[in-house]
């Protein structure tokens, strides 16, 4: 029951407040604590009728409204005390409870990257990659679009994913861009450019769409190109994204995904193309899937609860969504036969005999009902987002804490509870992981379009969040206070139906759009905010601005009540003066913003706990923040003692003091860091202070620290690094600097270490023998500066945890070789393969030994100038051992030639004659 929920949500933070006021100095003025007192026990009557109200499927309109009444009486009531403890001059106690380990283990059945709903996959998959992967046998090569179409629920960005995941090392480039409902056709042209150019730098904001497509030409032209177009809506929109992928006759292949079979054929004109029904899955598949969910194996059913599996898989139609959906829920009530009775009937009949909407609705809606009221209202809260927009995991949970969702439970904190809530809507099927990390935590999330359409309707319905934009403004007819606010489009039609809202009872305003930000209401009209995220920028991390130039920000001190701030992607060049007197803020996103220097006055804030700023770096950062710092560290930052997380200060620009005061951070648990030294010894006394604040900060929290520079900077002062934090979980180097050795610290002595990033001059046997008996060492990310011709086998002991070895293909190269029983636990392989140097034992690499292996990508260079002819066995003996090994592993080899190919150059010149031939006889 959707209006429970929101309400459960808002009274729990309230009646928390209220017990803080009455412990509080203000809860001992007179008359003011037997009033106080009345209020809360009048709540927590409410709050015991709201749950009791959250038992029924099927509340009658008078216990809906009267639940809507509480809701609205607890969000007035909240703000009212909010301005009474604001007056008095009392912001109230922040928590002191310390920040518990970032990887506590309460996290159960946490899902990786191992996706069960790839059941009855193989077939299709297989299937397809063969005609994907088929050539003509004469030149050219002609372009091919494979089109898969299906009901909503079937699989198609699955089985899209797992067909591109398949042959994209045949390609010098791929791209994976979302449609959706409402295209924006600039915004997915953006996303292709920056996926098939990583480092492209152009400034793109002003191009119009006929520049996009132009640009996307220019950069395919002489490329052999993946590209897959997730759900497709329209003939139009496919008719205008389709002219900027050339017909360049070197074998490209575009893969799209649509509900509607007339988007379906639009595609497949050509004679080369195909079009593929999706089919619902097979009795034998469904049911294998529903028992892996629901079970954790085929062979673990209850025999009492057989037939009504049986019955419920049925109703099901065989679509996997609405299986996850089911299993999801079943696996977390109890394996009796009258619970499960109760879902069979809640499900209805629709599933079983036609494939419908409503009948996905069905199964959706009986899964949201069976959350309870706390994860329901996170839930409700991811409807603030767009269409196939990238949800990062801790930009949510922050934004959950500071809008009141979460509170402390058990022993654990708030960052921990709201994290713990994240992984079970995953583990509950209700979102799906994006960007699973190298410790198998998803860094992000997405709903998928029916989930989000169903959440939309159930928060319009309940007031909790109101949409502006993109076909979803819900403001024309609204009917109370606006309580959430979600900016998606604005243009002067939506401005003036702005105009007439009452604004002041607003608690979170998201922007989330690339229009002018002059036309959104004036800040001052948002006097009750929490959340103000203007964040827009794109989820692939690069240097996109939005423009805050015209948008008056006067007036932000006055949102006292104001605990997160996002100016994220921005072009702010300083930040609002206002700014330093928001005492109760404890977020402040400044990254990918022009701001070097924070007015003195910020460190201040003394409830700050994550100060971010830098800008990203291209690239995926191999599960880890990758920032460029360039802003000082205030001066006078050591007060900021309730600082848990900063990214992006630049060291060496930054006063001694400032370095100095890093060690008073007590509370410090994440720390990313530039240090550019130029190899002066003017910086000299930069590297000794941040040294001394490490040592002091070696004795705290600190589990992650990251160290960049955009030069040569020597990083041996760290040997000196005492005591170590035995919290320490990341360390990142990301320099031209190459260590000649393993550094002194990096012991096994770091027990909690799980991810480790570094550069070395090369690798010995010596050091690979320390870093494997590092106990609980996960990722392992190698940069080399000289080339290692002689083979190092990595021998069956050591690294006993590590999943991930990445050895970057892009520096000079080593020549490794696994042994049996080496890595026994390895799923990700990143490799660079030097072909001249392993010929003479037939390219043999080792693959077999790796027992979990589950994705290897191998890059064959051509040092010592290996032949063509080579460098085509290397890749086929690489992929006989994949094809051999168990696990099926999935396989991507860049560099590799195809037949009759020399080199790019010989493609690039023959299209050129081709097309010069052409114009001549034009």
Known sequence: MEVVSASHGTLGPLLGKLTALLADECGRLKGVRREIRSLKSELISMQAAVQKYSTLQDPDVQAKAWISLVRELAYDTEDVIDKFIHQLGDGGHQSQSGFKEFFRKTIRGLKTSEETHLVGIDGPRDHLVTWMMEEENSLPKHRRVLSIVGFGGLGKTTLAKEVSHKIQGHFDCHAFVFVSQQPNVKKIMKDVIYQVKKDFIEDINIWDEKKFIGKLRELLQYKRYLIVIDDIWSTAAWD?????????????????????????????????????????????????????????SEDSCPEGLKQVSNEILKKCGGLPLAIISISSLLANKPSLKDEWEKVRRSIGSALDKNRSLEGMNSILCLSYNDLPPNLKTCLLYLSIFPEDYVIERETLVRRWIAEGFISEERGLSKQEVAENHFYELINKSMVQPVDVGYDGKARACQVHDMMLELIISKSIEDNFISVVGHGQTDLVNHDGSIRRLSVQHIDQQLVSVLENQDLSHVRSLTVITSSCFKHLPSLVKFETLRVLDFEGIDKLFQLK???????????????????????????????????????????????????????????????LQYLLVGRFRSGDGHSFQNLRGHT?????????????????????????????????????????????????????????????????????????????????????????????????????????????????????????????????????????????????LISLVLTFETDQEERLTIRGHGFPCLKELYVDPDCRATNLLFEEGALPKLEKLDLPFIVSWAKSNGFYLGISHLPCLRHATITLLAYGCASSSENRAAAAAIRNEANAHSNDPKLIILGEMEEGEEDSDTNEEEFEKENDTNEEES
């Open 240 to 296: 205008t994204i389709k002219c900027a992928f050339p017909e360049n006759k070197f074998s490209s292949r575009i893969i799209a995904t649509t509900r509607i079979i007339d988007v379906a054929r639009s595609c497949c004109l050509g004679g080369n193309d195909r079009m593929y029904e999706m089919e619902a899955l097979s009795d034998v598949h469904s049911k294998k899937l529903f028992l892996k969910r629901t079970f954790g």
């Open 545 to 607: 601005y939005l423009s805050l130039e015209e948008y008056d920000m006067n007036g932000i001190d006055k949102l006292f009540q104001l605990k997160y701030l996002s100016l994220r992607g921005t072009n702010m060049f300083e930040i609002p003066s206002g700014i330093v007197r928001l005492y109760d803020l404890e977020t402040l996103d400044l990254t990918n913003t022009n701001i070097e220097v924070l007015p003195s006055r910020i460190v201040q804030l003394t409830k």
């Open 632 to 776: 000082k560290i205030p001066d006078g930052i050591g007060n900021m003692s309730n600082l848990r997380v900063i990214t992006g200060f630049d060291v060496t620009k930054s006063s001694l003091g400032a370095v100095a005061e890093l060690g008073n951070l007590t509370s410090l648990n994440e720390l990313h860091l530039q240090l550019d030294g130029r190899g002066s010894e003017k910086y000299k006394r930069h590297e000794e202070m941040l040294l001394s604040s490490l040592c002091k900060l070696g004795s705290c929290k600190l589990q992650s620290l990251s160290i960049e520079s955009d030069d040569s900077t020597p990083l041996q002062f760290l040997d000196s690094w005492s005591p170590l934090p035995s919290s320490l979980q990341r360390f990142r180097m990301t320099t031209d600097y190459y260590l000649p050795k393993i550094p002194k610290w990096i012991t096994p002595a770091l027990a909690s270490l799980a991810y480790l990033n570094i550069n070395l001059v090369k690798a010995t046997e010596e050091d690979l023998g320390v870093l494997g008996e590092i106990p609980a």
